[in-house]
């Protein structure tokens, strides 16, 4: 089973070079140059849409937005993108309009996941909002089906820069929806300590072995993600 988290560990902006995530990391105004993780992790890519988790994929992985299927590196990962599959429906779908076939790809993405943490060796990572309990609780049970250690990277940014972010990639969400994602990532931010509230209701609310809250000036600055040899 993979622990839950226990504590929030803030890195200073001093903090060593390459870190191994463990627990509740704070990276946010940090410099952080690598993250390293263990050979048979499951790597979540969280945020609201918009917030970058294609462009993380595409710079640590190679994992182009043009792609149809999953994408494996060179290091052996294997990556999972909403928007490969997204690319592959639309040679059949395209002609309807993306809201009509969008709950076709939320579907498709997920028994890729479930398939892959089933099936393959070595690293997976993973592009989800993060923003459904139902999702990050799937994911979860997946990963353990698998004995794999389950890790988060939060890509945290205020919901103007996202929004700026989906006009810049020509796929913007419908504005309710897209209020209803930063409802909810605000609540799991509040729920992890992660604003200043009072809210303290859930303060274990991911179930996970690491999660990594990360701004995109600390992301961008990462040069690597590393996956320890089996």
């Known amino acids: 089973m993979t622990p839950p988290l226990e504590s929030s560990s803030p890195v200073p ?133 698998g004995h794999r250690e389950l890790h988060m990277v939060l890509i945290d940014v205020p919901a103007d820069e996202a929004r700026r972010g989906q006009i810049s990639r020509g796929r913007s969400v419908n504005g309710l929806a897209f209020v209803a994602h930063c409802r909810r990532w605000d609540t799991m931010m509040d729920e992890l300590g992660a604003r200043d509230t009072t809210h303290t209701a859930d303060p274990r609310p991911l179930s996970s072995t690491s999660v990594v809250i990360i701004d995109r000036p600390t992301l961008h600055a990462v040069s690597r993600i590393a996956f320890d040899a089996a």
């Open 13 to 145: 902006p001093s903090a060593p070079r390459t870190i191994t995530p463990v627990a509740l990391v704070d990276l946010r105004a940090s410099e952080v140059e690598e993250l390293r993780y263990p050979r048979t992790t499951v790597l979540v890519f969280a945020g609201v849409p918009g917030a970058g988790k294609s462009t993380a994929l595409h710079r640590f992985f190679g994992a182009g937005p043009d792609a149809e299927h999953p994408v494996r590196t060179a290091s052996g990962a294997l990556v999972l993108d909403s928007n490969h599959t997204r690319n592959r429906l639309r040679h059949r779908l395209g002609w309807a309009p993306y809201s009509l076939w969008r709950p076709l790809v939320h579907l498709a993405h997920y028994r890729a996941i479930r398939d892959a943490l089933r099936e393959t060796d070595g690293p997976v990572a993973i592009h989800d909002c993060a923003t459904f309990r139902w999702s990050r609780r799937l994911i979860t049970r997946w990963a353990e089906q």
